[in-house]
Structure formats: structure tokens, C-alpha cells
């Protein structure tokens, strides 16, 4: 389970979310929470993270603790005495059977026997778990994340950015002339120039920043802290390295619009729609360029020209 930072934990956490969140370099594993229960002795390092998560967390820390075991999300207000009962019920257990009775065992017996709350649980070791929420998560031709995670984490990203004035740039790249592509070259050389173009994205993108397939022949690019210029910047870099060439000795190039938070953008659905203007502006005024959209002193925006590069 990830752990959200206190500018994070003020959100409503979804579903998807906690999913994402098995992922994270800091994921909360089965593993911890079954020391937290007393299964084995916690290191230092793992008892001060604890308490920072614990302070951090509040009664959600308890929600965390049993969504790391049963990939099922019980509200911060009941959480904490379930998380008792199931720690009391392992004790009992233990006694019965003369042995430690693991934590994992002990709430699956607990809350499908006992409870009820779990339906016909099943088994399922932690590294095919998170091979599913990857797969669910990513595009299977290029390797980018998919629509819907998009659309997830670009509301994640606004919302935090109307909170805490977090800046947050978005990127639209769209094929120039893909259509002609696949109707002269075939679905799949169309197919291989997506899938090559994505593993540039990847390979051009910075650490922080999240890569997506928008869908169809788009591609959309999530700039965490990152201002519109600087966005531009990187989007100028990005173009040039996408293109892509042809059996003929043709090449295939890509359009790209970019936004940022500004006073007028309340949601992702404001941040899209002025990104996809720029792209759109793009299209229609010679394509294989870059236009940013710019935001005002009184709210309104402009285009922004990025000079065409060779």
C-alpha cells in the first residue's frame, strides 16, 4: 500500500489509488505489517518509519495496515479495532495451536469466518499481485500507462495544485498524419512506430514526470513542479527525438500542445482542454511543432509560438 505524503492524505483516496500504491518504492508489504503484529522483530530503520507513518497517517495508518494484507480497504474510523480484534484473534489462535500463527492467516480467518467481510477470499502471493495491477495499469503496445491511469493521476496532480498551489504542466503529443500512415504502410508498421515512439517518450522523460498513451495516436506526458516554460523546453526536446522513419526513408513527426495550472483551472478536465487547444492550434498551423498555452495576470491565456526545429 503506498503511502501518501500529508499534502496527499487530505484527498480522497480511491480504489485505484491504494492499487497504484502496492507499486510504490515505499509500499507498506506484507511483510511490515506482519512485524507490526509482533511476527518478527522490527529493525530501527522500520520502527522510525513506523512512527513517521503513524503521524502522518492517523487512523488511516490502520486502514493501510490491513489493505497491505487483504487488498481491501476498510474506512480509518473502523480500522483501528478491527486491526485489534484481528491481532487478538491471532493471539487466540496461537494459543490453540501451540504456534505462532501467522498475521496474513490470522485475518483471512478473522474476517471471512468470523466477520464476514471478506467473500470468498483467495490466495495470492504479493509478486503476482502486483504483476496484475501493473498490467491493468499499462498499454500493452507501448509500455506507457494507459487512459485511464491518466486521467487518475493529471486530477490527483490539479487537485493538489488548487490546494497547495503544487504547479503542474501537461503535455499533448499527437502523430503527425498517422492516419496516412496506416493506410500506406499497414496497422502494423503504424504499430511499430507507436510502440517506438512510446519507448522514446520513456526513455526522454524525466523520473518525475508521468508518461501515458492518451489514446489512439496521443500520447500525454504529466510534469509534476514543473513550470509552462520549462515544459516547453522539454516538449521541444522531446519532439525531435520521437520522430520516427518509414520504409521509404520518410519521416513520421509529432505535434505537441502544452498547458499548466492557472487561475481558471479548477480541474483536469480545465488542464486538458488547454493543452488539447494548443495541440489543436498546432495541427492546424503546419504541425511538427511545439505551442504552449500561457496563462495571464487576468486569467485568460495566449499561444504561444516554439520555434520549428530541423
Same mark, same amino acid.
Not at 511476527?39 to 530501527?44: F, Y
Not at 507501448?142 to 504542466?169: C, M, P
Not at 499533448?172 to 500512415?181: A, C, E, H, S, Y
Given at each position: 500500500?503506498?503511502?501518501? +505524503? %500529508? %499534502?496527499?492524505?487530505?484527498?480522497?483516496? =480511491?480504489?485505484?489509488?491504494?492499487?497504484?500504491?502496492?507499486?510504490?518504492? %515505499?509500499?507498506?508489504?506484507?511483510?511490515?505489517?506482519?512485524?507490526?503484529?509482533?511476527?518478527?522483530?522490527?529493525?530501527?530503520?522500520?520502527?522510525?518509519?513506523?512512527?513517521?507513518?503513524?503521524?502522518?497517517?492517523?487512523?488511516?495508518? @490502520?486502514?493501510?495496515?490491513?489493505?497491505?494484507?487483504?487488498?481491501?480497504?476498510?474506512?480509518?474510523?473502523?480500522?483501528?479495532?478491527?486491526?485489534?480484534?484481528?491481532?487478538? &484473534?491471532?493471539? !487466540?489462535?496461537?494459543?490453540?495451536?501451540?504456534? +505462532?500463527?501467522? =498475521?496474513?492467516?490470522?485475518?483471512?480467518?478473522?474476517?471471512? %469466518?468470523?466477520?464476514?467481510? #471478506?467473500?470468498? /477470499?483467495?490466495?495470492?502471493?504479493?509478486?503476482?499481485?502486483?504483476?496484475?495491477?501493473?498490467?491493468?495499469?499499462?498499454?500493452?503496445?507501448?509500455?506507457?500507462? +494507459?487512459?485511464?491511469?491518466?486521467? !487518475? !493521476?493529471?486530477?490527483?496532480?490539479?487537485?493538489?495544485?488548487?490546494? @497547495?498551489?503544487?504547479?503542474?504542466?501537461?503535455?499533448?503529443?499527437?502523430?503527425?498524419?498517422?492516419?496516412?500512415? +496506416?493506410?500506406?504502410?499497414? &496497422?502494423?508498421?503504424?504499430?511499430?512506430?507507436?510502440?517506438?515512439?512510446?519507448? =522514446?517518450?520513456?526513455r526522454m522523460a524525466r523520473d518525475s514526470d508521468i508518461c501515458c498513451r492518451?489514446?489512439?495516436?496521443?500520447?500525454?506526458?504529466?510534469? /509534476?513542479?514543473?513550470?509552462?516554460? *520549462?515544459?516547453?523546453?522539454?516538449?521541444?526536446?522531446?519532439?525531435?527525438?520521437?520522430?520516427?522513419?518509414? /520504409?521509404?526513408? !520518410?519521416?513520421?513527426?509529432?505535434?505537441?500542445?502544452?498547458?499548466?495550472?492557472?487561475? #481558471?483551472?479548477?480541474?483536469?478536465?480545465?488542464?486538458?482542454?488547454?493543452?488539447?487547444?494548443?495541440?489543436? &492550434?498546432?495541427?492546424?498551423?503546419? *504541425?511538427?511543432?511545439?505551442?504552449?498555452?500561457? /496563462?495571464?495576470?487576468?486569467?485568460?491565456?495566449?499561444?504561444? *509560438?516554439?520555434?520549428?526545429?530541423?
Amino acid at each position: 500500500m503506498k503511502i501518501l +505524503n %500529508n %499534502n496527499s492524505s487530505s484527498f480522497e483516496e =480511491t480504489d485505484a489509488d491504494r492499487r497504484r500504491g502496492i507499486l510504490d518504492d %515505499n509500499a507498506l508489504s506484507v511483510d511490515l505489517a506482519s512485524a507490526v503484529a509482533g511476527d518478527r522483530q522490527l529493525t530501527e530503520a522500520e520502527k522510525h518509519r513506523l512512527d513517521d507513518l503513524r503521524a502522518s497517517r492517523g487512523l488511516r495508518f @490502520y486502514s493501510d495496515l490491513l489493505y497491505s494484507i487483504t487488498h481491501q480497504f476498510f474506512p480509518p474510523e473502523v480500522a483501528e479495532g478491527l486491526w485489534t480484534d484481528v491481532l487478538r &484473534h491471532k493471539k !487466540q489462535l496461537s494459543t490453540v495451536l501451540g504456534r +505462532n500463527v501467522r =498475521t496474513v492467516v490470522a485475518a483471512l480467518d478473522y474476517l471471512s %469466518n468470523i466477520t464476514g467481510d #471478506m467473500c470468498s /477470499p483467495t490466495l495470492v502471493g504479493e509478486a503476482v499481485i502486483e504483476e496484475i495491477v501493473e498490467l491493468s495499469l499499462r498499454d500493452g503496445l507501448t509500455g506507457l500507462f +494507459n487512459h485511464t491511469y491518466f486521467f !487518475q !493521476q493529471i486530477d490527483l496532480e490539479v487537485r493538489r495544485s488548487v490546494r @497547495y498551489g503544487a504547479i503542474v504542466s501537461l503535455m499533448l503529443i499527437d502523430i503527425d498524419d498517422f492516419k496516412g500512415v +496506416n493506410d500506406t504502410y499497414g &496497422h502494423q508498421e503504424g504499430d511499430r512506430i507507436l510502440a517506438g515512439m512510446g519507448r =522514446t517518450l520513456i526513455r526522454m522523460a524525466r523520473d518525475s514526470d508521468i508518461c501515458c498513451r492518451y489514446g489512439g495516436e496521443e500520447f500525454a506526458v504529466i510534469l /509534476p513542479l514543473t513550470n509552462v516554460r *520549462k515544459a516547453g523546453v522539454i516538449a521541444d526536446r522531446i519532439r525531435g527525438k520521437m520522430a520516427e522513419h518509414l /520504409p521509404d526513408g !520518410q519521416t513520421v513527426t509529432v505535434s505537441i500542445g502544452v498547458a499548466s495550472c492557472g487561475k #481558471m483551472t479548477r480541474t483536469c478536465r480545465d488542464l486538458v482542454e488547454n493543452a488539447d487547444a494548443a495541440l489543436y &492550434h498546432v495541427k492546424r498551423s503546419g *504541425k511538427n511543432r511545439v505551442e504552449v498555452w500561457l /496563462p495571464t495576470s487576468d486569467g485568460k491565456a495566449h499561444l504561444k *509560438k516554439r520555434r520549428k526545429k530541423p
